[in-house]
């Protein structure tokens, strides 16, 4: 039996980059001396995320631009060492434009990188949108990474799982709810939505699943937290609650895909031909 120690972390992020690098090096760290493997870090960790989703951007320059292959991420690489280690960051795209993405790198360089492909309220102002899903192989196993948002559409997840995905990472700035806020945050509605999308993608893909989230206030946004390792029948292994922490669990993953699709495999059991809503052309 292989097993696998991955954590998922609720972190409070801003604007200063070397303030996000001490809190990045702190938490490998911590991580490390747990005998982690596999670390997920909240979306826009290198620089924060915006300070509301309401459409005005006049009155904030956004987080700093970086390259994929620029030095902010090699030296993300160089803390990851023989570790994994997956982080959101503002995308230079060599187009001239700005996007939300994930990294996950490893102290061999970039493995993997994804840019946010759905966008919600006014946050296409600030960056431009990705066009694909797609899984890729690491030390830890084969991953899938999506951005906040994404994991609202059931289809981002199958895609990765069908590209076979092993571990899906969703990483996000998740706040709480706009209008008729719950003063309690664990009892905020978009609190529940976070954790249903969690459990949800990791069940109907029967993966494993990483949600890391942004924690404490940005801005006009107050995050819910709540980072987490759910297992392939969509039960929560760990988890950090509303507050800062790490979630970290243990697992055998490829035992526990096995496990969960012996009897109901819910990709080998699709029927995508039955799918196609009435009167769409088919392929």
Same mark, same amino acid.
């Given at each position: 039996?292989?097993?696998?120690?991955?954590?998922?972390?609720?972190?409070?992020?801003?604007?200063?980059?070397?303030?996000?690098?001490?809190?990045?090096?702190?938490?490998?760290?911590?991580?490390?001396?747990?005998?982690?493997?596999?670390?997920?870090?909240?979306?826009?960790?290198?620089?924060?995320?915006?300070?509301?989703?309401?459409?005005?951007?006049?009155?904030?320059?956004?987080?700093?631009? %970086?390259?994929?292959?620029?030095?902010?991420?090699?030296? %993300?690489?160089?803390?990851?060492?023989?570790?994994?280690?997956?982080?959101?960051?503002?995308?230079?795209?060599?187009?001239?434009?700005?996007?939300?993405?994930?990294?996950?790198?490893?102290?061999?360089?970039?493995?993997?990188?994804?840019?946010?492909?759905?966008?919600?309220?006014?946050?296409?102002?600030?960056?431009?949108?990705?066009?694909?899903?797609?899984?890729?192989?690491?030390?830890?196993?084969?991953?899938?990474?999506?951005?906040?948002?994404?994991?609202?559409?059931?289809?981002?997840?199958?895609?990765?799982? %069908?590209?076979?995905?092993?571990?899906?990472?969703?990483?996000?700035?998740?706040?709480?709810?706009?209008?008729?806020?719950?003063?309690?945050?664990?009892?905020?509605?978009?609190?529940?939505?976070?954790?249903?999308?969690?459990?949800?993608?990791?069940?109907?893909?029967?993966?494993?699943?990483?949600?890391?989230?942004?924690?404490?206030?940005?801005?006009?946004?107050?995050?819910?937290?709540?980072?987490?390792?759910?297992?392939?029948?969509?039960?929560?292994?760990?988890?950090?609650?509303?507050?800062?922490?790490?979630?970290?669990?243990?697992?055998?993953?490829?035992?526990? %895909?096995?496990?969960?699709?012996?009897?109901?495999?819910?990709?080998?059991?699709?029927?995508?031909?039955?799918?196609?809503?009435?009167?769409?052309?088919?392929?």
């Amino acid at each position: 039996m292989t097993t696998l120690r991955m954590a998922a972390v609720a972190a409070e992020f801003g604007r200063d980059l070397e303030d996000a690098f001490a809190t990045v090096e702190r938490l490998i760290k911590e991580a490390r001396a747990e005998g982690v493997r596999l670390l997920a870090l909240p979306e826009a960790c290198l620089g924060g995320y915006l300070l509301s989703l309401d459409d005005d951007t006049a009155l904030d320059e956004g987080p700093p631009a %970086l390259a994929v292959d620029g030095p902010e991420i090699r030296r %993300l690489a160089a803390m990851a060492g023989e570790m994994t280690v997956v982080a959101g960051y503002c995308e230079a795209g060599g187009d001239g434009l700005r996007y939300n993405s994930v990294v996950c790198v490893s102290g061999d360089g970039v493995l993997g990188n994804h840019r946010k492909v759905h966008q919600p309220l006014s946050e296409d102002a600030s960056y431009a949108s990705g066009d694909r899903f797609h899984a890729f192989d690491t030390p830890v196993g084969r991953i899938g990474m999506m951005i906040c948002y994404d994991k609202a559409f059931p289809e981002s997840a199958r895609a990765l799982a %069908l590209d076979g995905a092993q571990i899906g990472v969703c990483v996000s700035a998740w706040p709480g709810a706009r209008t008729n806020a719950s003063a309690d945050l664990a009892e905020d509605r978009w609190k529940r939505r976070f954790d249903l999308f969690d459990r949800a993608r990791a069940l109907e893909n029967q993966i494993v699943w990483l949600s890391a989230n942004q924690a404490g206030t940005f801005g006009s946004l107050r995050f819910v937290g709540s980072a987490k390792v759910v297992d392939p029948g969509g039960e929560i292994l760990a988890d950090t609650g509303v507050t800062a922490g790490t979630a970290v669990a243990e697992l055998d993953v490829a035992q526990a %895909l096995q496990t969960a699709r012996r009897s109901m495999g819910h990709l080998r059991d699709r029927r995508p031909d039955a799918y196609t809503p009435p009167g769409a052309a088919t392929a």
